[in-house]
């Protein structure tokens, strides 16, 4: 399975500001996943990050909020844009692992706590 | 629209007991896949087990199991032997068609904990 290592793991940020996550996988992986997961409740996906194309947003999401990039076939970073406290929540990125083109399941970083003051 | 739910919000077990968290899910489709996922306190997705819905026999993972019942839409995760460690929200998880490719559609989870 791959390996994601997601950063930062924690931050407070002011209303009004944006914050920028990243995730790098220690294999290449075609697609890239952001989730968000709010308090106490499940996890919700934002959007899907290929290389290069622009990602594609779920129902509710919009680039304008939550610009992703994908430079390459390892990396991709979300930014959570204007902040407010209802941004407040863990984000987390993911990879599909598969064989032969049979997923075998998905792999998470660690996630984002992310606090909007 | 895929949609899963978990009925259980909470769920207590003594150590050494057995333990079913159930799930159902509702799709059009024939070809999919479930998927159990442990979170911690650490927050980390864990995956536990996975299910292909066109196998009939259920998956097993040591003391991990499930009872796919696909007529019914049911996916419900058995843990034996339960330890301490088992502590976590479980969440429940269907492979889905998005905009462009396959990602997961989770219910809402039970939290599950494992009493000394």
């Known amino acids: 399975s791959a390996v994601i290592s997601q950063k930062p793991s924690r931050d407070i940020c002011q209303r009004g500001t944006s914050l920028t996550i990243q995730c790098q996988v220690d294999?290449?992986?075609?697609?890239m996943f952001w989730y968000r997961q709010q308090p106490g409740q499940s996890l919700t996906l934002i959007a899907t990050?290929?290389?290069?194309?622009?990602?594609?947003?779920e129902s509710g999401f919009v680039i304008d909020k939550f610009p992703i990039s994908r430079p390459n076939l390892t990396f991709s970073t979300l930014t959570v844009s204007n902040m407010s406290p209802e941004d407040s929540s863990i984000y987390l990125c993911?990879?599909?692992?598969?064989?032969?083109?049979?997923?075998?399941?998905?792999?998470f970083g660690s996630g984002t706590r992310l606090t909007v003051v | 629209a895929q949609t899963v739910t978990q009925s259980q919000p909470e769920m207590s077990v003594q150590e050494a007991e057995t333990v079913t968290l159930s799930c159902t899910y509702d799709?059009?489709?024939?070809?999919?896949?479930l998927f159990w996922y442990k979170q911690p306190p650490s927050r980390q997705m864990i995956l536990v087990i996975r299910?292909?819905?066109?196998?009939?026999q259920n998956a097993t993972e040591n003391r991990f199991s499930v009872n796919f019942q696909k007529a019914a839409k049911s996916f419900s995760l058995k843990i034996s032997d339960s330890q301490l460690g088992d502590t976590a929200m479980y969440f429940c998880?269907?492979?889905?068609?998005?905009?462009?490719?396959?990602?997961?559609?989770f219910g809402k989870g039970t939290s599950l904990l494992v009493t000394p």
């Open positions: 993911s990879v599909e692992n598969s064989i032969g083109g049979a997923p075998l399941g998905y792999t």
């Open positions: 294999s290449q992986v075609t697609m």
């Open positions: 990050a290929n290389q290069g194309s622009e990602a594609t947003y």
């Open positions: 799709t059009s489709e024939n070809n999919y896949y």
């Open positions: 299910q292909e819905a066109y196998k009939q």
């Open positions: 998880a269907f492979m889905k068609l998005t905009n462009s490719g396959y990602a997961l559609n």
